[in-house]
């Protein structure tokens, strides 16, 4: 609560009572301060939108020019969900470096060399260390590199057995290891399903598949049928071309999952501006 000051003044007369009233200078501090945290708070809500805003501009300029990249290859997508890693954006854009650049690209499909079409649900596409200058990206000229690409995506077995396997042969995962199965015909027996491992090697673009081990129940401990499944196990292999990739990406590595054959593709230096990104 506050409370009038008294004042006396001495006027050469009577001695005068005065009452006067402080002004509330602690009040109006606050009231200042609480104006100037508001627009703070405006000025970084501001900041922040158009930090957003640029960002996705930009992802909306690169999922288009995934587009096309996806299109001269003659491979199809859905539209490309690209997304520019690392906050503020802003500041990634002026100093012409960018943490991550994430593409996905769902329901990709693309042809092989023979003519076979391999699709996969999700091309999982990293682009790391980009360096952008602000420069190349106000006039369009000079490169654009990312200091590493990777891709990742999944072909299904039921797929993979009917591009290449032999007629018949089941291919899972057990195990963190790919295995096939198929049917083996014996003169004068009814047929019997073999099994084996796979031996999984990466030759350029080519998969290898090599089955070992392999068994079935039940096998006639007899010379002549086990040179027979080993003929049989020599034609179970095949080999699994991966057709090509965006931005140069090359295979390097290949894993049995649950849900399918994994291929992973990667590459170094890559000029993003020369592969139509």
Known sequence: MYVPQTRWVDRGGP??????????????GRALLTVVLVLLVLLLAGL??????????????????????????????????????????????????????RIGLPDFAAPTG????????????????????????????????AGTVTGVGTVDYAQLAELVGPDGVKLAEKDGKLVGSAPLTIPGQKPIEVAGT?????????VRVRFSDVTAPDLPDSPLIQNLVARFAESLAFDFAVP??????????VQALPEGLRVTAGAQNVNLSAAGV
């Open 15 to 28: 001695v005068a009572e005065v009452y006067e009233t402080e002004r509330p200078r602690r009040r109006r």
């Open 114 to 145: 023979t003519g076979e079409t391999v699709r996969m649900p999700l091309l999982d596409i990293r682009a790391q260390d980009v360096n952008a200058p602000l420069d190349t990206l106000r006039s369009g000229q000079g490169d654009v590199v």
């Open 48 to 101: 922040f939108a158009l930090d957003r805003f640029g960002a996705s501009y930009a992802e909306r300029v690169l999922a288009q020019r995934v587009s096309e990249e996806v299109a001269n290859q003659k491979s199809t997508s859905g539209e490309p969900e690209v997304t520019i890693a690392g906050v503020p954006f802003l500041t990634q854009v002026l100093a012409g470096e960018y943490q991550e650049i």
């Open 244 to 253: 090509e990739l965006p931005m140069n990406l090359t295979l390097r590595e």
């Open 198 to 206: 796979a031996e999984l090697t990466v030759d350029g673009e080519v």
